[in-house]
């Protein structure tokens, strides 16, 4: 219900052009559908099975079984939000640079939410607390630490330099 309440919003404010009320709207809601599905796609990629993503007005949720999920995965699929929200944000900027798409009215709204709110939103989900993405997502920078630390190189593969005069 509470989505039905914003896109309501967006359409009573923008009565003299509906149609940029729905383009913003959907760009709102994009930001929260682009993080969740960032999150399903990592969890699928680890062999998860997506059970649903709900979104409402500020909040989505990607549901999917974590009830064997490593330390490392449960990172990893943090991550995948805010790295689908920066990498939404690229595309978006880059089409901003083609003239013909920057003049558009219709490009203004996708540009504010999913160039700039996007990227924000992403940041502040990067936060460490208790629902936000940052608990789980910063432990992987220790964990990878650790592996690039611990890796053994293997006999005899030191690097030789032969001295030329």
């Avoid at 993503?53 to 064997?68: K, M």
């Avoid at 690229?90 to 798409?101: G, K, N, R, Y």
């Avoid at 003049?103 to 939410?113: A, E, H, I, K, T």
Wanted: charged share 15%; net charge neutral; proline share 6%.
């Amino acid at each position: 219900w509470s989505v039905l309440v914003v896109m309501g919003g967006c359409l009573a404010m923008a009565v003299s052009d509906p149609v940029v009320a729905v383009v913003a709207a959907t760009s709102y809601f994009s930001v929260i559908l682009i993080h969740e599905s960032g999150h399903a796609f990592v969890a699928s990629r680890l062999g998860y099975d997506i059970d649903s993503i709900r979104l409402s007005v500020i909040h989505g949720e990607c549901i999917y079984d974590a009830s064997y999920e490593t330390a490392r995965e449960a990172a990893l699929i943090a991550w995948g939000g805010p790295l689908a929200q920066f990498a939404a944000a690229a595309l978006v900027w880059s089409l901003s640079l083609i003239p013909v798409v920057d003049q558009s009215d219709l490009f203004g709204p996708p540009l504010v939410f999913l160039g700039y709110v996007g990227p924000l939103v992403a940041l502040a989900n990067l936060a460490p607390g208790s629902e936000m993405d940052g608990t789980r997502a910063w432990p992987l920078i220790p964990m990878l630490w650790r592996d690039f630390l611990g890796r053994k190189k293997k006999p005899g593969s030191r690097a030789k330099f032969k001295v030329v005069k």
